[in-house]
């Protein structure tokens, strides 16, 4: 029934929770597991220049952190499945984008029969952000969805 499922991750204490219920049900319905972690790549309005032309060293600079960063993220979700638990079958993805789009785009493309996200992310600014993830997800996902606090 569960065949794959996906967790959205992004170190919040929401989506550890809801990595723990990802494995279980995994482990549970021998489920291959899909981790991913979405970087969002900042949206700079620069009008008459081709975006691929930006040469600002902040901005890259930026990019490169937030793949740092993501990457840093998804080891963690790898060791604690790997740690707690090792029968699970398991992939991981980091992807670039607006979260909630690349969420409902990889549970299409992967054809998963349950997403699992935490109901808010990081805190600050961000939290405006990833809280409003889960909602899009929830609001938008011809997939079930199960929302985690």
């Known amino acids: ?18 990595l723990h219920y990802a494995l279980v049900l995994s482990e549970k319905f021998s489920s291959e597991l899909i981790i991913l972690t979405v970087y969002n790549r900042p949206v700079i309005p620069v009008f008459g220049i081709d975006e691929d032309t930006i040469t600002d060293p902040d901005f890259t600079n930026y990019i490169e952190t937030m ?14 499945a790997k740690r707690d638990w090792p029968s699970v079958n398991y992939v991981s993805l980091m992807k670039e984008g607006r979260p909630a789009s690349m969420i409902m785009s990889v549970a299409e493309n992967e054809d998963v029969d349950l997403i699992i996200l935490g109901d808010k992310g990081v805190g600050g600014v961000s939290g405006w952000v990833l ?8 609001d938008n996902c011809k997939k079930p969805v199960l929302v985690v606090k």
């Open 131 to 138: 809280g409003s993830t889960s909602k899009n997800v929830v």
């Open 1 to 18: 029934m569960l065949d794959k499922i996906l967790i959205a991750f992004d170190g919040s204490e929401q989506s550890k929770r809801a």
């Open 67 to 80: 793949k740092r960063a993501s990457r840093t993220l998804l080891n963690a979700a790898e060791d604690i």
